[in-house]
């Protein structure tokens, strides 16, 4: 007969089911648990994208502020150079012989480059020459538009009457004359560099 003391099979085989039905259920509990490095995977990726696009929007927004400066500095510079080039125009086709070097002293003032070489030469073998004939003109600027412009560089357009007098002829004679004047940025002032008739 068997010992009261001693387990019975079926004691074993319940006490077996038991504790396999308790592992069971604890991987169970760990397999519906989230794995920990998923979640951090995908915030990851989601402030990789948000950095990335964050750049983005700067990289634009600095572009865009980049073009628009531009933009203003070609606008404001054409402005200057208009205004410069009226006022030259209106100093290169105006002259007094009672102070001839007075203007040619202005237009060698206002003009860079070649111009300035060439119009300092020409002036030195005009000069005597509109002394004796008396020759005076007066330039009025009738209008003017930029034709291109950079921060440093721009080309205008001018549309100038000058009235002429000499010993000769005391009736004033209108000249209209059509000028391309390319005005440079140097050391902060906008001077002409080419002047053309057109």
Known sequence: MPNAADPDVFDQL????DDDTHAEANDDAADDQPATPAPARRHGRAAMLTVALLIA??????YTS???YQVHARAAAGEAALGAARDYAVTLTTLDTADIDGNYARAIDGATGGFKEAYSLGA???RQILIDNKASG?????????????ATRVEVLLFV???ITNAVRSEPRIDRNRIQMTMELVDGRWLASEVDLV
């Open 14 to 17: 319940a006490e077996q089911a």
């Open 57 to 62: 929007a700067l990289a634009y927004s600095g």
């Open 66 to 68: 980049w073009q628009l």
């Open 124 to 126: 030195k073998q005009l």
């Open 138 to 150: 007066k330039g009025i600027v009738i209008d003017a538009a930029v034709k291109s412009a950079t």
């Open 161 to 163: 009457d000058q009235s």
